[in-house]
């Protein structure tokens, strides 16, 4: 148990961070929210500079990585900033990643070579425009002032568990990297250093359905020069598993001879893949708790003094729509079984008579001819053309062993073999259910059909990328909400907040002492609640913006990416003139040397919040310079 009495409160100090999923609209307001803590300055140093732990996930991972990747260099804010800000706005990402994954000089073929996929193509356009080639080691530079970790969230598939790049940027032996059933070797951290940036963020935010998943340590492998090489066997070496016998193994383990099948399944894995960080924790908010525990429990504890959870996602949630049954008219009419038997038929056709077609394009070329010299119409001679050049492919088709194969499995095609073997359905189903599928699906008239796999795929991907992230947020935010030991250091940090959606539960909060739990004066609801109209404006774009690994060309003229940023940038700052303000209204004790500071920061927050309703784009044009 946590002693609270242990915590004594120093406002502003000790600074962690969570950033949420939600692909580019998540990676551009974390942007503005880091732009105003770096403008938000007490004693000439921007607040920033007290950042001491950074947690993410999916499209919160591309602001956090870029964000202490440039720390830890000593890179200018504003170069961090305006680099991100020119990536994020565009199409660049999508296109570089679409044309690597069609070049195959950027692919290699072996067992152990990266996959050719959609997920590893923006792995690597993530390396190119984002990362240069980057690796973790750059958080073990010795150059940044000050000790900041780092924690990128992803999901594994061997226990369904968070999978965390964490670091310090030591070689702390007590480091967990990964979970407790899959870790890095602390011994080998020379292999961690080695991993990419871009293969980092891809694990983290390849979201499900979007993206296949990322495996290791194949997909995390690389040899772009012979001075940079990260190997097969060098990853498998450097993790470790523990299987359900409960006996840790390296990955590289091979297990002796006489197991079977299922024995050897249950101590080797040999490989594993990952998936999107916000599958367990789409807000990176319980990393971020297990590692203030953490804090606490050390020798000298240095817990946070303020938690700032940076969120993209909200409980807003559109109604589900079943899709309607279309009308049974034309090809929709009939049913698979109509169709099958018209396809095996023509398929049985086709092979009997192969000379057929040969003979078909000899004839339709011919008439082309004689038409085009015998004074025929244009229509009459392009007809013709086209007749010949189906005929000849046709016969190409028939004639080649692909086209024989082809012939042959639509000829032999059996609809409960393909669910029961094809499609995986023994996974789920017994074969007498699998065949009472197939007896049903194949005699169901097709516009029926449609409406159940259009009503399949959109309530699977509303479960998905709504329900289950929704739940998951809900899990999480109880537990950081409901356990005391976090009062009076949390500081939510919501993209919806100041929307007009949002105003009738913001303005019900503020006139709730049991919701609020203190009590705002009037000039505290004048100040918080009112002359909203601006700002109002912008976070509703922001809201409504949808979760894209890009900012399309729509987007771009509606500047999207302008008002999120923006959206983020005096988000934040209504965020903490709140916190100051209800540490003044609880009476809430605390080092007495920090009162000063606290007064003057609440000064400078309620004159930018001020400056934000008059104009909510002041910061926003200030830091895109020339």
Known sequence: MTNDALITLKPFQNIGMAFSGGGFRAAAYALGTLSYLDYLKTDGKPLTDRISFLSSASGGTITSTLFAAGLHQNLPFTDFYRKLYHNLNGEAVVELALATLNDESKWQEGPDAKQRNLINSFAKAYDQIFFKQQTMAVFFEKTYRKKMEVCFNSTEFYRGLSFRFQTDGTDNQHQVIGNNYLWFDNKQMETFKQIKLGDVLAASSCFPMGFEPIVYPSDFSYSDSPEKTLS??????????????????????????????????????????????????????????????????????????????????????????????????????????????????????????????????VVFAALGWIFRHSGFSTAAVILASISATLAALTGIVVYSSAGKSLLSDLITFDVKEFLYIKLGLRNFFSKIITDKLANYLQFTRLNI??????????????????????????????????????????????????????????????????????????????????????????????????????????????????????????SICVNLLEYVISLERKNVSFDPTYSTELASLKNRLEHDFLQFKENPYFLFDQLAGD
């Not at 998951?472 to 356990?483: E, G, H, N, P, T």
């Not at 890009?550 to 003229?557: E, M, P, S, T």
Request: no cysteine; glycine share 4%; net charge positive.
């Open 449 to 570: 059909l449609e409406q159940m796999i259009k009503a399949r795929i959109s309530s699977a991907m509303t479960m998905v990328s709504e329900v289950n992230l929704k739940q998951v947020r809900r899990l999480i935010y109880q537990m950081f909400y409901d356990d005391t030991q976090w009062d009076n250091r949390r500081v939510p940090n919501f993209s919806y907040e100041l929307s007009t959606y949002n105003m009738a539960a913001r303005n019900n909060r503020f006139n709730n002492k049991n919701r609020l739990k203190w009590i705002p004066s009037p000039a505290d609801k004048q100040l918080l609640l009112e002359g909203l109209e601006k700002i109002h404006k912008v976070a509703d774009v922001t809201r409504a913006a949808n979760t894209t690994l890009w900012y399309d060309a729509i987007q771009q003229k509606d500047e999207v990416l302008k008002q999120t940023v923006t959206t983020g940038q005096f």
């Open 232 to 361: 097969i066997d060098a990853l498998k070496t450097a993790l470790y598993y523990e299987n359900y016998n409960e006996k840790s193994f390296p990955l590289s383990f091979v297990p002796e001879g006489g197991l079977t099948a299922k024995e050897e399944k249950d101590s080797h894995i040999g490989s594993f893949a990952l998936m999107d960080g916000g599958i367990t924790d789409n807000q990176g908010l319980y990393s971020l708790m297990l590692a203030d525990k953490k804090r606490q429990r050390r020798v000298k504890p240095d817990p946070f003094d303020m938690m700032i959870v940076t969120d993209v996602s909200s409980y807003f949630m559109d109604a589900f729509e079943s899709p309607l049954v279309e009308q049974g008219k034309g090809w929709r009419e009939n049913n698979l079984n109509y169709y099958f038997t018209k396809f095996k038929k023509m398929a049985k056709e086709v092979k009997r008579a192969p000379l057929l077609f040969g003979l078909a394009f």
